[in-house]
């Protein structure tokens, strides 16, 4: 059980496209998905929490604008990175919990903005 | 605020060896869980283990255990008899109150034949 998929795995775009990523919760309900960022060698940072049906929170320093969030459902929250530019290349993980509960996390989508 | 202090930014070791990867983590909350996680090549996160601020016990698991130790705020993994497969970036992670994870920057352990 806990499953959580994330499509697409890889996308590539030209830079100036939105992309949107999926995350799903395949085997439970959850109440909030976190989505993370991760650079090349670097650790995982937290961007947003979303709560279904309702607007997410953004961490201090990551663009609300930039990354649209939205968590329509209690087994779908997507990420569409806007007007793509390469220093948005990344890759992107995004995890889903019950309330208060653990975390269990996507595969990741590594996007690459030519 | 909340920190993880992952020390070691790489390990080499070579077949069989036992290797130690460091944890140490900052925190205001009483209550509050510990995490490891490995991240091999292909990006997705593996959980390993979870332990909550009041259990202290040490935890062995084939053969990975880990060291918690409240005095000195660490969270120790250690590796016995390491294996190739074992290569892997190794995360550490706190969540304390307001649920959200907070993560080391990683130690990068290479395994050598």
């Known amino acids: 059980g806990a499953v959580v998929s994330q499509h697409p795995s890889r996308v590539i775009c030209k830079s100036g496209t939105s992309v949107k990523i999926e995350c799903r919760s395949l085997d439970f309900q959850a109440t909030t998905m976190f989505w993370y960022r991760q650079f090349p060698k670097q650790s995982l940072m937290l961007m947003a929490t979303?709560?279904?049906?309702?607007?997410?929170?953004?961490e201090q320093g990551v663009e609300k604008d930039k990354f649209l969030i939205n968590h329509a459902s209690l087994t779908l929250s997507t990420l569409t990175v806007t007007s793509a530019h390469p220093e948005d290349s990344s890759f992107y993980i995004c995890?889903?919990?019950?309330?208060?509960?653990?975390?269990?996390f996507g595969p990741g989508t590594r996007l690459t903005v030519l | 605020a909340q920190k993880v202090t992952q020390a070691q930014t790489e390990i080499s070791v070579v077949e069989k060896e036992d290797v130690t990867l460091d944890c140490v983590y900052e925190?205001?909350?009483?209550?509050?869980?510990l995490f490891w996680y490995k991240q091999p090549p292909s990006g997705e996160l593996v959980f390993l283990i979870r332990?909550?601020?009041?259990?202290?016990q040490n935890e062995i698991s084939g053969r990975y255990s880990w060291n918690f130790q409240k005095s000195t705020s660490s969270f120790n993994f250690t590796i016995t008899a390491s294996q190739v497969v074992d290569s892997a970036v190794y995360f550490c992670?706190?969540?304390?109150?307001?649920?959200?994870?907070?993560f080391g920057k990683g130690t990068l352990l290479t395994v050598n034949p």
């Open positions: 979303s709560n279904e049906g309702s607007k997410a929170t953004y």
């Open positions: 992670a706190l969540r304390g109150s307001n649920y959200k994870l907070t």
């Open positions: 925190t205001r909350d009483t209550t509050y869980y």
């Open positions: 332990r909550n601020s009041f259990d202290e």
């Open positions: 995890s889903a919990s019950l309330a208060g509960g653990e975390q269990f």
